[in-house]
Every structure is written in C-alpha cells, then in structure tokens.
Nanobody, 130 residues
Framework: QLQLVESGGGLVQPGGSLRLSCAAP????????IHWFRQAPGKEREGVSC????????NYADSVKGRFTISRDNAKNTVYLQMNSLKPEDTALYYC???????????????????????WGQGTQVTVSS
C-alpha cells in the first residue's frame, strides 16, 4: 500500500521560508494528485494546496495564495510545498495525501480532508514564532 513521508518542517521566524517534501519510496507519485493539508491544535484539518497528477492544475487556499507554491519533480518522485513569508498562523502539523479517485482530484478546487484519499503521511511540524 502507498505510504507517504513528509519532511522539511521546523522552527522559523515570521517572514521566513520552509520547503516541505512529500515522497513515497517504491511508488510512482506522478500517477497521483497530491494534496497538502494542515491542522493546528484544537482546529479542524484544512486544505492548503493541491497539484494534479500531470502538474497542470494547482489550487491554493486563500490564506496562502501568493506565499506558497506547490510543485512536483517527477525525476525525484517528490512533491514540494515552498512556503514563503510565513506567519504565526501558519503554525500547524502539515500532511500530504495522495489520491487517484474522482473525489481526490485537483482540478477546480482543493478537495476536503474527507475525500477518498488512498493514503496520508504522518505529518511534519511547522512552527512560526519569533
């Protein structure tokens, strides 16, 4: 079964940058739409960004537009989330999820966390604090 691994989280000052990675050793991620979600303590999981399997479609939450960029490098079998101009409210555990079903596409919008994703990573912590 597909298993995702997130990395790249850490502690950063407001205005700083981090680059998150989503990988799946032994699987070909280019067949999957990849989605980034985040969840802060006491809050519901929310969609951050997603990218289609082809890379031709991307979507972003309004709160991160202009600051975050999602991309994929098929040669490295990795999906990235470049996060710039980070704010304290970006602090959360960040997850990536993969899907191939209609529910888990990334064409017009970010699907909800309840969509039929094939797998989830265990998360990487992002903390933005001075």
């Amino acid at each position: 079964q597909l298993q995702l691994v997130e990395s790249g989280g850490g502690l950063v000052q407001p205005g700083g940058s981090l680059r998150l990675s989503c990988a799946a050793p032994g699987f070909t991620l280019r067949y999957y739409a990849i989605h980034w979600f985040r969840q802060a303590p006491g809050k519901e999981r929310e969609g951050v960004s997603c990218i289609s399997n082809s890379g031709g479609s991307t979507n972003y939450a309004d709160s991160v537009k202009g600051r975050f960029t999602i991309s994929r490098d098929n040669a490295k079998n990795t999906v990235y989330l470049q996060m710039n101009s980070l704010k304290p409210e970006d602090t959360a555990l960040y997850y990536c999820a993969a899907g191939r079903t209609i529910q888990a596409m990334c064409i017009n919008k970010i699907p909800p966390p309840s969509a039929d994703f094939g797998s989830w990573g265990q998360g990487t912590q992002v903390t933005v604090s001075s």
